[in-house]
């Protein structure tokens, strides 16, 4: 799927190399290859990871040129749909701008949340304020556009869609995505009291469902044993 063709790597200071690819599906499988060498022990010592929307960023690189050069011959299969950690995030669908996103999908406004929740999200990336998470997953058809106003406070468990994205609002925070649910209780999200702070971490997989039938934030979230966390400043919230 990636190889030396649709990705760009160049230095990014004295040790990172700053790999950029062509789109967020590539930069998920890239990410996934650096992740799967790096536990096996085949990856040049890099100290950190970071992934962005279209980049990751390696740091504590020795040699940024010569892992440019062998990242650049790299074949890079695409990540499979069930792999990584699931979480499930119940929601209620309640948000205040439902009817505007029912009316984008052509659907009633209590379609939206059966819609919503048929797909499974991955995170691609996180940023804006910590445990905040970039999901992939809504097929293109579902796509919004951001808010034409911004608004200056979305409550924390805002569930939120955006171009390409979902995310959940960890903390009360402005911001301009179309808000058509509420996660009851977001504390899970970010907790500095854990081990890994953040319960949304770049490559796990997200799962909603209706709050009435969500059990213990389902298959590995409340108690927080999660992925360790990666941000990225790329992109707004």
Request: one cysteine or more; charged letters at 20%.
């Given at each position: 799927?990636?190889?030396g ?22 930069t ?40 440019a ?24 669908y ?8 029912a ?8 379609e ?7 797909h ?9 304020a ?14 919004v ?8 406070r ?8 955006a ?13 301009g995505?179309?808000?058509i ?22 490559g ?28 990225s ?5």
């Amino acid at each position: 799927m990636t190889d030396g063709r649709s990705l760009t790597a160049r230095p990014a200071g004295r040790h990172a190399l700053l790999v950029e690819l062509r789109d967020a599906e590539h930069t998920a499988a890239f990410l996934a290859e650096v992740l799967r060498r790096r536990a096996a022990g085949t990856l040049h010592p890099v100290t950190e990871v970071v992934p962005g929307a279209r980049t990751v960023l390696l740091d504590g690189v020795p040699d940024p040129d010569a892992l440019a050069r062998r990242v650049a011959d790299w074949e890079v299969p695409p990540v499979a749909d069930d792999t990584g950690t699931v979480v499930e995030i119940p929601v209620r669908y309640d948000g205040p701008d439902l009817a505007d996103v029912a009316a984008l999908w052509g659907v009633g406004p209590d379609e939206v949340g059966a819609l919503h929740r048929s797909h499974t999200y991955r995170v691609a990336f996180c940023g804006f304020a910590p445990g905040f998470g970039y999901l992939t997953g809504l097929p293109p058809r579902l796509h919004v556009p951001r808010r034409s106003t911004p608004r200056t406070r979305v409550p924390a468990g805002a569930v939120a869609l955006a171009g390409p994205y979902s995310a959940v609002y960890p903390r009360a925070t402005p911001g301009g995505w179309q808000l058509i649910g509420t996660m009851p209780d977001p504390r899970p999200l970010w907790n500095p009291a854990r081990e890994r702070a953040a319960l949304l971490t770049p490559g796990t997989r997200v799962r909603f469902v209706t709050a009435d039938t969500a059990t213990a934030y389902g298959t590995a979230t409340a108690t927080g044993d999660d992925p360790a966390d990666g941000t990225s400043p790329e992109a707004g919230a």
